[in-house]
Protein backbone atom coordinates (compact mmCIF):
# COMPACT_ATOMS: atom_id res chain seq x y z
CA UNK A 1 0.00 0.00 0.00
CA UNK A 2 1.36 3.47 -0.09
CA UNK A 3 3.97 2.40 -2.35
CA UNK A 4 2.86 -0.30 -5.12
CA UNK A 5 2.51 0.39 -9.07
CA UNK A 6 0.15 -2.34 -8.71
CA UNK A 7 -1.91 -4.36 -6.91
CA UNK A 8 -1.10 -7.28 -9.01
CA UNK A 9 2.24 -8.54 -8.24
CA UNK A 10 2.82 -11.89 -7.65
CA UNK A 11 5.46 -14.12 -6.52
CA UNK A 12 8.33 -14.60 -9.44
CA UNK A 13 7.68 -17.34 -11.92
CA UNK A 14 10.18 -19.59 -13.28
CA UNK A 15 12.16 -17.70 -15.19
CA UNK A 16 12.14 -14.20 -14.16
CA UNK A 17 14.49 -12.24 -12.83
CA UNK A 18 13.54 -13.28 -9.13
CA UNK A 19 12.91 -16.54 -10.08
CA UNK A 20 16.68 -17.82 -9.92
CA UNK A 21 17.41 -16.45 -6.12
CA UNK A 22 17.68 -18.98 -3.67
CA UNK A 23 14.31 -19.67 -2.05
CA UNK A 24 12.11 -21.68 0.47
CA UNK A 25 8.81 -23.06 -1.03
CA UNK A 26 5.90 -21.94 1.07
CA UNK A 27 2.70 -21.89 1.22
CA UNK A 28 0.30 -18.80 0.77
CA UNK A 29 -3.52 -19.68 0.99
CA UNK A 30 -5.31 -17.76 3.89
CA UNK A 31 -6.19 -21.57 5.01
CA UNK A 32 -3.11 -22.47 6.10
CA UNK A 33 -1.70 -18.61 7.28
CA UNK A 34 -4.49 -19.09 10.09
CA UNK A 35 -4.83 -21.62 12.47
CA UNK A 36 -8.21 -20.05 14.11
CA UNK A 37 -8.56 -22.70 16.95
CA UNK A 38 -4.76 -22.04 17.54
CA UNK A 39 -4.90 -18.49 17.86
CA UNK A 40 -8.75 -17.97 19.01
CA UNK A 41 -7.29 -17.97 22.83
CA UNK A 42 -5.27 -14.86 21.92
CA UNK A 43 -8.11 -13.06 19.87
CA UNK A 44 -9.94 -13.06 22.97
CA UNK A 45 -7.65 -11.99 25.42
CA UNK A 46 -9.31 -9.45 27.20
CA UNK A 47 -8.14 -5.97 26.49
CA UNK A 48 -7.11 -7.01 23.16
CA UNK A 49 -8.80 -5.12 20.05
CA UNK A 50 -7.72 -5.87 16.60
CA UNK A 51 -11.44 -5.00 15.14
CA UNK A 52 -13.07 -1.68 14.09
CA UNK A 53 -14.67 -0.44 17.62
CA UNK A 54 -13.15 1.30 20.45
CA UNK A 55 -12.41 1.56 24.69
CA UNK A 56 -12.13 4.02 26.83
CA UNK A 57 -8.88 4.99 25.66
CA UNK A 58 -8.88 4.12 22.07
CA UNK A 59 -10.76 4.14 19.10
CA UNK A 60 -9.38 1.78 16.23
CA UNK A 61 -11.06 1.15 12.52
CA UNK A 62 -9.70 0.01 8.88
CA UNK A 63 -11.83 0.23 5.68
CA UNK A 64 -10.53 -1.88 2.63
CA UNK A 65 -9.39 0.62 -0.11
CA UNK A 66 -10.12 -0.37 -4.06
CA UNK A 67 -7.10 -1.98 -4.61
CA UNK A 68 -8.08 -5.27 -3.50
CA UNK A 69 -7.72 -7.21 -0.10
CA UNK A 70 -7.33 -5.53 2.60
CA UNK A 71 -3.86 -5.38 3.67
CA UNK A 72 -3.79 -3.18 7.05
CA UNK A 73 -3.83 -4.53 10.25
CA UNK A 74 -4.27 -2.47 13.41
CA UNK A 75 -4.17 -3.18 17.34
CA UNK A 76 -4.55 -2.16 20.48
CA UNK A 77 -3.85 -4.13 23.62
CA UNK A 78 -4.70 -2.75 27.03
CA UNK A 79 -3.46 -3.86 30.36
CA UNK A 80 -0.38 -5.18 28.48
CA UNK A 81 2.21 -7.08 30.03
CA UNK A 82 -0.68 -7.55 32.91
CA UNK A 83 0.21 -4.17 33.92
CA UNK A 84 -3.75 -1.82 33.84
CA UNK A 85 -0.93 1.52 33.63
CA UNK A 86 0.74 -0.15 30.09
CA UNK A 87 -0.74 -0.37 26.58
CA UNK A 88 0.28 -1.60 23.32
CA UNK A 89 -0.49 -0.31 20.08
CA UNK A 90 0.35 -0.44 16.57
CA UNK A 91 -0.69 -0.34 13.05
CA UNK A 92 0.80 -2.72 10.05
CA UNK A 93 0.73 -2.05 5.86
CA UNK A 94 1.10 -5.17 4.29
CA UNK A 95 2.43 -5.34 0.78
CA UNK A 96 3.31 -7.66 -2.38
CA UNK A 97 1.16 -10.86 -2.86
CA UNK A 98 0.64 -12.19 0.70
CA UNK A 99 0.73 -8.92 2.29
CA UNK A 100 -1.82 -9.12 4.26
CA UNK A 101 -0.84 -12.38 5.71
CA UNK A 102 2.11 -11.47 6.41
CA UNK A 103 0.71 -8.01 8.55
CA UNK A 104 -1.82 -10.37 10.59
CA UNK A 105 1.25 -12.47 12.00
CA UNK A 106 3.28 -9.53 12.89
CA UNK A 107 0.32 -7.69 14.64
CA UNK A 108 -0.53 -11.20 16.36
CA UNK A 109 3.24 -12.59 16.99
CA UNK A 110 5.37 -9.14 17.84
CA UNK A 111 3.80 -7.80 20.72
CA UNK A 112 4.05 -11.03 22.26
CA UNK A 113 8.01 -11.44 21.19
CA UNK A 114 7.85 -7.90 23.07
CA UNK A 115 6.43 -9.03 25.84
CA UNK A 116 8.90 -12.06 26.60
CA UNK A 117 11.95 -9.86 25.94
CA UNK A 118 11.03 -7.18 28.58
CA UNK A 119 9.90 -9.69 30.75
CA UNK A 120 13.22 -11.23 30.40
CA UNK A 121 15.71 -8.28 30.73
CA UNK A 122 13.77 -7.26 33.52
CA UNK A 123 14.23 -10.08 35.14
CA UNK A 124 17.84 -10.51 34.36
CA UNK A 125 18.58 -6.60 35.84
CA UNK A 126 16.12 -6.31 38.90
CA UNK A 127 15.66 -10.18 40.28
CA UNK A 128 11.92 -10.86 38.89
CA UNK A 129 10.42 -8.14 39.23
CA UNK A 130 7.34 -7.36 37.38
CA UNK A 131 7.83 -5.53 33.67
CA UNK A 132 7.95 -1.58 34.28
CA UNK A 133 9.60 1.00 32.34
CA UNK A 134 11.07 1.94 35.71
CA UNK A 135 13.66 -0.90 35.81
CA UNK A 136 16.55 -1.25 34.26
CA UNK A 137 17.73 -4.61 32.57
CA UNK A 138 20.13 -6.81 30.64
CA UNK A 139 20.87 -7.85 27.51
CA UNK A 140 21.46 -11.74 26.26
CA UNK A 141 25.06 -11.37 25.20
CA UNK A 142 23.98 -13.23 21.52
CA UNK A 143 22.25 -9.66 21.00
CA UNK A 144 25.79 -7.71 22.26
CA UNK A 145 26.82 -7.95 18.51
CA UNK A 146 23.38 -7.03 16.88
CA UNK A 147 22.79 -4.19 19.18
CA UNK A 148 26.75 -2.87 18.93
CA UNK A 149 26.41 -2.91 15.05
CA UNK A 150 23.37 -1.19 14.95
CA UNK A 151 24.46 1.80 12.58
CA UNK A 152 21.03 1.77 10.61
CA UNK A 153 19.22 3.59 13.69
CA UNK A 154 19.65 7.01 12.73
CA UNK A 155 18.69 8.46 15.58
CA UNK A 156 19.35 12.73 16.35
CA UNK A 157 22.49 13.37 18.79
CA UNK A 158 19.71 14.68 20.80
CA UNK A 159 17.27 11.37 20.78
CA UNK A 160 20.57 9.44 21.55
CA UNK A 161 21.33 12.29 24.67
CA UNK A 162 17.53 11.35 25.91
CA UNK A 163 17.90 7.32 26.08
CA UNK A 164 21.03 8.31 27.91
CA UNK A 165 19.53 10.82 30.54
CA UNK A 166 16.72 8.27 30.32
CA UNK A 167 19.24 5.04 31.46
CA UNK A 168 16.42 3.10 33.07
CA UNK A 169 14.64 2.41 29.54
CA UNK A 170 17.43 1.47 27.77
CA UNK A 171 15.95 -1.86 28.59
CA UNK A 172 12.40 -1.12 26.63
CA UNK A 173 14.69 -0.34 24.23
CA UNK A 174 17.10 -3.27 23.81
CA UNK A 175 13.63 -5.30 23.86
CA UNK A 176 12.43 -3.44 20.49
CA UNK A 177 15.63 -4.71 18.60
CA UNK A 178 15.25 -8.01 19.50
CA UNK A 179 11.75 -8.19 19.04
CA UNK A 180 11.43 -6.81 15.69
CA UNK A 181 14.66 -9.28 14.98
CA UNK A 182 13.18 -12.51 16.15
CA UNK A 183 9.99 -11.32 14.43
CA UNK A 184 11.26 -11.06 11.18
CA UNK A 185 13.77 -14.09 11.76
CA UNK A 186 10.25 -16.54 11.92
CA UNK A 187 8.86 -14.80 9.30
CA UNK A 188 11.71 -16.24 7.25
CA UNK A 189 11.05 -19.64 8.71
CA UNK A 190 7.66 -19.42 8.45
CA UNK A 191 6.51 -22.54 6.46
CA UNK A 192 2.53 -21.36 5.53
CA UNK A 193 3.40 -17.40 4.58
CA UNK A 194 5.75 -16.72 1.39
CA UNK A 195 7.43 -13.42 2.79
CA UNK A 196 9.93 -13.68 -0.13
CA UNK A 197 8.20 -10.90 -2.24
CA UNK A 198 5.70 -9.68 0.87
CA UNK A 199 6.13 -8.04 3.69
CA UNK A 200 4.50 -5.52 5.95
CA UNK A 201 5.71 -2.11 7.95
CA UNK A 202 4.95 -1.53 11.77
CA UNK A 203 4.57 1.34 13.82
CA UNK A 204 4.48 0.10 17.50
CA UNK A 205 4.00 2.03 20.71
CA UNK A 206 4.08 0.85 24.65
CA UNK A 207 2.89 3.65 26.92
CA UNK A 208 3.19 3.15 30.49
CA UNK A 209 2.09 5.54 32.65
CA UNK A 210 3.97 8.92 31.45
CA UNK A 211 6.23 7.15 29.04
CA UNK A 212 6.64 6.40 25.62
CA UNK A 213 8.48 4.07 23.75
CA UNK A 214 7.73 3.82 19.75
CA UNK A 215 9.41 1.63 17.36
CA UNK A 216 9.41 2.16 13.84
CA UNK A 217 9.69 0.17 10.36
CA UNK A 218 8.49 1.27 7.33
CA UNK A 219 6.23 4.62 6.32
CA UNK A 220 3.59 4.20 8.81
CA UNK A 221 3.74 6.79 10.65
CA UNK A 222 2.80 7.93 14.21
CA UNK A 223 2.26 11.89 15.34
CA UNK A 224 0.93 13.28 18.42
CA UNK A 225 -1.33 15.71 19.10
CA UNK A 226 -0.18 18.30 21.78
CA UNK A 227 -1.36 22.07 22.74
CA UNK A 228 1.54 24.80 22.70
CA UNK A 229 1.85 27.84 24.84
CA UNK A 230 -1.21 29.31 23.54
CA UNK A 231 -3.50 26.52 23.91
CA UNK A 232 -3.60 25.77 20.20
CA UNK A 233 -3.51 22.28 19.29
CA UNK A 234 -0.54 21.05 16.94
CA UNK A 235 0.49 18.12 15.47
CA UNK A 236 4.00 17.02 16.82
CA UNK A 237 5.71 13.72 14.17
CA UNK A 238 6.95 11.26 16.82
CA UNK A 239 8.72 8.81 13.41
CA UNK A 240 10.32 9.44 10.25
CA UNK A 241 9.02 7.79 7.31
CA UNK A 242 12.00 5.30 6.39
CA UNK A 243 12.19 5.77 3.00
CA UNK A 244 14.58 5.52 0.21
CA UNK A 245 15.18 8.92 -0.66
CA UNK A 246 16.44 9.34 2.68
CA UNK A 247 20.48 9.71 2.38
CA UNK A 248 21.50 7.65 5.68
CA UNK A 249 18.88 4.95 3.94
CA UNK A 250 19.35 5.31 0.41
CA UNK A 251 23.63 4.51 1.65
CA UNK A 252 23.13 1.87 3.35
CA UNK A 253 21.18 0.21 0.49
CA UNK A 254 23.68 1.24 -1.93
CA UNK A 255 26.87 -0.33 0.40
CA UNK A 256 24.71 -3.45 0.50
CA UNK A 257 24.96 -3.54 -3.43
CA UNK A 258 21.07 -2.64 -3.44
CA UNK A 259 20.24 -0.27 -5.89
CA UNK A 260 18.42 2.85 -5.10
CA UNK A 261 16.14 4.94 -8.08
CA UNK A 262 13.06 6.65 -9.25
CA UNK A 263 11.26 6.02 -12.33
CA UNK A 264 10.59 8.67 -14.76
CA UNK A 265 7.21 8.77 -14.99
CA UNK A 266 7.24 8.97 -10.58
CA UNK A 267 10.53 10.82 -9.95
CA UNK A 268 9.57 11.93 -6.53
CA UNK A 269 8.94 7.92 -5.46
CA UNK A 270 12.57 6.24 -4.60
CA UNK A 271 12.90 2.57 -4.56
CA UNK A 272 15.16 -0.37 -3.71
CA UNK A 273 15.81 -2.53 -6.68
CA UNK A 274 18.25 -5.88 -6.71
CA UNK A 275 21.82 -5.51 -8.11
CA UNK A 276 21.80 -6.76 -11.16
CA UNK A 277 17.73 -6.91 -12.51
CA UNK A 278 15.14 -3.74 -12.13
CA UNK A 279 12.80 -5.46 -9.56
CA UNK A 280 11.47 -5.81 -7.32
CA UNK A 281 11.11 -1.61 -6.51
CA UNK A 282 9.94 -1.33 -2.90
CA UNK A 283 9.49 1.87 -1.74
CA UNK A 284 10.59 1.88 1.98
CA UNK A 285 14.03 1.05 3.22
CA UNK A 286 12.77 -1.07 6.01
CA UNK A 287 10.26 -3.57 6.45
CA UNK A 288 9.26 -6.97 8.06
CA UNK A 289 9.40 -9.47 5.41
CA UNK A 290 10.60 -8.93 1.64
CA UNK A 291 13.57 -11.49 1.92
CA UNK A 292 14.59 -11.00 -1.81
CA UNK A 293 16.24 -7.88 -0.18
CA UNK A 294 17.01 -8.50 2.91
CA UNK A 295 20.61 -8.93 1.38
CA UNK A 296 20.99 -5.99 -0.42
CA UNK A 297 20.35 -3.42 1.92
CA UNK A 298 16.43 -3.43 3.19
CA UNK A 299 16.46 -3.91 6.66
CA UNK A 300 13.95 -5.05 9.67
CA UNK A 301 15.61 -2.79 12.40
CA UNK A 302 13.32 -0.32 14.06
CA UNK A 303 14.03 3.24 15.06
CA UNK A 304 13.45 3.39 18.55
CA UNK A 305 12.33 6.54 20.21
CA UNK A 306 10.93 8.18 23.79
CA UNK A 307 8.83 10.97 24.87
CA UNK A 308 8.17 11.77 28.28
CA UNK A 309 3.77 12.60 27.90
CA UNK A 310 3.01 16.06 29.62
CA UNK A 311 -0.25 17.65 30.67
CA UNK A 312 -0.36 19.32 27.33
CA UNK A 313 -0.64 16.24 25.29
CA UNK A 314 -4.15 14.93 24.32
CA UNK A 315 -3.85 11.96 21.74
CA UNK A 316 -1.35 9.90 19.74
CA UNK A 317 -3.04 8.88 16.06
CA UNK A 318 -1.07 5.84 14.80
CA UNK A 319 -2.11 5.41 10.61
CA UNK A 320 -0.89 3.47 7.72
CA UNK A 321 0.32 5.59 4.86
CA UNK A 322 -3.40 5.66 3.12
CA UNK A 323 -4.63 8.37 5.92
CA UNK A 324 -0.84 10.43 5.59
CA UNK A 325 -1.06 10.31 1.60
CA UNK A 326 -3.68 12.83 1.17
CA UNK A 327 -4.06 14.31 4.97
CA UNK A 328 -1.61 16.62 6.81
CA UNK A 329 -0.25 15.73 10.68
CA UNK A 330 -2.19 19.02 11.68
CA UNK A 331 -5.61 17.91 9.65
CA UNK A 332 -5.45 14.69 11.44
CA UNK A 333 -5.44 15.94 14.86
CA UNK A 334 -7.82 18.43 14.07
CA UNK A 335 -10.25 15.66 12.20
CA UNK A 336 -10.20 13.59 15.65
CA UNK A 337 -10.05 16.88 17.75
CA UNK A 338 -13.27 17.93 15.86
CA UNK A 339 -15.13 14.34 16.68
CA UNK A 340 -18.30 15.34 19.15
CA UNK A 341 -17.49 11.48 19.87
CA UNK A 342 -14.01 9.58 21.12
CA UNK A 343 -15.72 6.21 20.38
CA UNK A 344 -16.19 7.25 16.46
CA UNK A 345 -12.51 9.24 15.83
CA UNK A 346 -10.76 6.74 13.83
CA UNK A 347 -13.67 6.26 11.95
CA UNK A 348 -14.15 9.62 11.45
CA UNK A 349 -10.07 10.08 9.89
CA UNK A 350 -10.87 6.95 7.50
CA UNK A 351 -13.89 8.73 6.26
CA UNK A 352 -12.15 11.97 5.97
CA UNK A 353 -9.06 10.24 4.14
CA UNK A 354 -11.23 8.79 1.61
CA UNK A 355 -13.08 11.60 0.88
CA UNK A 356 -9.64 13.30 0.34
CA UNK A 357 -8.16 10.37 -2.24
CA UNK A 358 -11.40 10.78 -4.37
CA UNK A 359 -11.02 14.89 -4.51
CA UNK A 360 -7.03 14.75 -5.02
CA UNK A 361 -6.56 11.82 -6.82
CA UNK A 362 -9.75 10.96 -8.82
CA UNK A 363 -8.19 9.07 -11.27
CA UNK A 364 -6.58 6.44 -8.81
CA UNK A 365 -7.76 3.73 -6.50
CA UNK A 366 -8.02 4.96 -2.91
CA UNK A 367 -5.68 2.51 -0.48
CA UNK A 368 -6.74 0.92 2.33
CA UNK A 369 -6.67 2.79 5.68
CA UNK A 370 -6.03 1.84 9.06
CA UNK A 371 -5.78 4.21 12.17
CA UNK A 372 -5.55 3.92 15.79
CA UNK A 373 -6.55 7.20 18.47
CA UNK A 374 -4.86 6.87 21.87
CA UNK A 375 -5.94 9.12 24.18
CA UNK A 376 -3.22 10.49 27.14
CA UNK A 377 -6.36 11.84 28.99
CA UNK A 378 -9.14 9.19 29.47
CA UNK A 379 -10.76 10.21 32.70
CA UNK A 380 -12.02 13.30 30.91
CA UNK A 381 -14.06 11.39 28.14
CA UNK A 382 -16.57 12.80 29.74
CA UNK A 383 -16.18 16.66 28.04
CA UNK A 384 -16.01 15.25 24.82
CA UNK A 385 -19.38 13.05 24.51
CA UNK A 386 -17.98 10.09 24.36
CA UNK A 387 -20.04 7.09 25.10
CA UNK A 388 -18.14 5.49 28.32
CA UNK A 389 -20.31 2.04 28.81
CA UNK A 390 -18.70 -1.13 28.83
CA UNK A 391 -15.73 -0.15 28.66
CA UNK A 392 -14.32 -3.63 29.57
CA UNK A 393 -11.65 -6.13 27.11
CA UNK A 394 -12.56 -6.36 23.93
CA UNK A 395 -14.16 -4.00 21.19
CA UNK A 396 -17.05 -2.48 20.82
CA UNK A 397 -18.64 -1.51 17.86
CA UNK A 398 -19.01 2.19 16.75
CA UNK A 399 -21.79 4.00 18.27
CA UNK A 400 -22.55 5.21 14.49
CA UNK A 401 -24.37 1.98 14.24
CA UNK A 402 -22.21 0.49 12.00
CA UNK A 403 -20.99 -3.44 12.51
CA UNK A 404 -17.96 -4.69 13.17
CA UNK A 405 -16.21 -7.14 10.20
CA UNK A 406 -14.30 -10.26 11.41
CA UNK A 407 -11.37 -11.03 9.50
CA UNK A 408 -13.34 -14.66 8.83
CA UNK A 409 -15.97 -12.68 6.90
CA UNK A 410 -13.59 -10.30 5.11
CA UNK A 411 -11.46 -13.11 3.86
CA UNK A 412 -14.62 -14.84 2.66
CA UNK A 413 -14.64 -12.54 -0.11
CA UNK A 414 -10.82 -12.28 -1.16
CA UNK A 415 -11.12 -14.60 -3.90
CA UNK A 416 -12.99 -12.41 -5.67
CA UNK A 417 -11.56 -9.30 -5.29
CA UNK A 418 -7.95 -10.11 -4.66
CA UNK A 419 -5.48 -7.73 -6.71
CA UNK A 420 -8.52 -6.72 -8.81
CA UNK A 421 -8.10 -3.90 -10.89
CA UNK A 422 -10.94 -1.08 -9.50
CA UNK A 423 -11.78 2.27 -10.36
CA UNK A 424 -8.22 3.38 -12.30
CA UNK A 425 -4.81 2.91 -11.38
CA UNK A 426 -2.65 3.09 -8.06
CA UNK A 427 -1.38 5.99 -7.30
CA UNK A 428 1.36 4.51 -5.73
CA UNK A 429 2.80 1.24 -4.95
CA UNK A 430 5.02 -0.71 -2.72
CA UNK A 431 6.42 -2.73 -5.26
CA UNK A 432 6.94 -3.23 -9.11
CA UNK A 433 5.05 -5.78 -11.10
CA UNK A 434 7.48 -8.82 -10.77
CA UNK A 435 8.79 -9.53 -12.83
CA UNK A 436 9.00 -5.38 -14.03
CA UNK A 437 11.93 -5.49 -16.74
CA UNK A 438 13.77 -8.14 -18.68
CA UNK A 439 16.88 -9.03 -17.37
CA UNK A 440 19.90 -6.64 -18.77
CA UNK A 441 23.43 -7.06 -19.15
CA UNK A 442 24.34 -3.87 -18.57
CA UNK A 443 22.41 -2.00 -16.16
CA UNK A 444 24.55 0.44 -14.63
CA UNK A 445 22.57 3.44 -15.87
CA UNK A 446 19.55 1.96 -13.22
CA UNK A 447 21.74 2.46 -10.34
CA UNK A 448 22.64 6.51 -11.14
Known amino acids: MGSCLSGESRSPRAGSPLGGLK????????????????????????????????????SLFTQQGKKGTNQDAMLVWENFCLRND??????????????????????????????????????????????SLNNSSGVCSE?????????????????????RTEEPLHGLKESFLRAYKVMDRELRSHTNIDCFCSGTTAVTLVKQGRDLVIGNVGDSRAVLATRDE?????????????????????????????????????????????????????????AFGDFCLKDFGLISVPEVSYRRITNRDE????????????????????????????????RSLVESAVQAWRCKYPTSKVDDCAVVCLFLDPNESENSGRDNSSSGGGARPNRSGHEEVSEAEEECSEDDHRWSALEGVSRVNTLMDLPTFKPQKDDGHAGK
Not at 31 to 38: A, I, L
Not at 107 to 128: T, Y
Not at 146 to 163: C, G, H, I, P
Open 23 to 58: RKKRLGSRNSSFDYGRDDQLHRTPGRMFVNGSSDRA
Open 86 to 131: TIFCGVFDGHGPYGHLVARRVRDSLPLKLNEHWGASVKIGDGHKEP
Open 143 to 163: DTPFLASNNEARASADEENEW
Open 230 to 286: NNYLSAVQLTVDLKPSLPGEAERIRKCKGRVFALQDEPEVARVWLPNYDSPGLAMAR
Open 315 to 346: FIVLATDGIWDVLSNKEVVDIVDSCAARANAA
